[in-house]
T-cell receptor, first 113, second 111 residues
Framework: NAGVTQTPKFQVLKTGQSMTLQCAQD?????MSWYRQDPGMGLRLIHYSVGAGITDQGEVPNGYNVSRSTTEDFPLRLLSAAPSQTSVYFC????????????FGEGSRLTVL | TQLLEQSPQFLSIQEGENLTVYCNSSSVFSSLQWYRQEPGEGPVLLVTVVTGGEVKKLKRLTFQFGDARKDSSLHITAAQPGDTGLYLC???????????FGKGTHLIIQP
């Protein structure tokens, strides 16, 4: 059972470089989201999508772009990486109801030098 | 954004002891979720509580939702090293913008 798959698991970037974190889910979930997790800050929502073609900003969207061309995929793009974006990134999906369970990927650890 | 305060931030106890961790807010929640996150992995849902005063049990874990739906607790009986992890509470704001998480309680159970 694949669930939510994130790639890559680890990445090191230099300041100013761009990259895309990939996220795919095979549960036919309409709702997908990206969180970042930092020590002492908990999980913070970056962007989310309630279905293909629909995206919106979360709590900390600056410096990140997303798109949702299919139900399965929700990539997160860093346009010009900054050291402040060093973090562990989690993609999650759910059925979208208020009490719906969030299914998380294993995370992508990003270091920006 | 409704803030969730979790306490304690860190807890280290011996195997076999009991413990309680808390999730509090000044706001009323329609529902609350508890997740456990192990190192190198994403959080995994343990339980969702919806009704004020609700108590749910998951083996040695007991979850309670406060009568006023502003707080919740997680009690672990006879803790085991496998209970080690980061325990997160989370709530939905009621809209489509996802869950808001507390900062979590880091729990270490020493053999």
């Amino acid at each position: 059972n694949a669930g939510v798959t994130q790639t890559p698991k680890f990445q090191v970037l230099k300041t100013g470089q761009s990259m895309t974190l990939q996220c795919a889910q095979d549960m036919n979930h309409e709702y997908m989201s990206w969180y970042r997790q930092d020590p002492g800050m908990g999980l913070r929502l970056i962007h989310y999508s309630v279905g293909a073609g629909i995206t919106d900003q979360g709590e900390v969207p600056n410096g990140y772009n997303v798109s949702r061309s299919t139900t399965e995929d929700f990539p997160l793009r860093l346009l010009s990486a900054a050291p402040s974006q060093t973090s562990v990134y989690f993609c999650a999906s759910s059925t979208g109801t208020n009490t719906g369970e969030l299914f998380f990927g294993e995370g992508s650890r990003l270091t920006v030098l | 954004t409704q803030l969730l305060e979790q306490s304690p931030q860190f807890l280290s106890i011996q195997e076999g002891e009991n413990l309680t961790v808390y999730c509090n807010s000044s706001s009323v929640f329609s529902s609350l979720q508890w997740y456990r996150q192990e190192p190198g992995e994403g959080p995994v849902l343990l339980v969702t509580v919806v009704t004020g005063g609700e108590v749910k049990k998951l083996k040695r874990l007991t979850f309670q939702f406060g009568d006023a739906r502003k707080d919740s607790s997680l009690h672990i009986t006879a803790a085991q090293p496998g209970d080690t992890g980061l325990y997160l509470c989370a709530h939905s704001g009621g809209g489509a913008d996802g869950l808001t998480f507390g900062k979590g309680t880091h729990l270490i159970i020493q053999p």
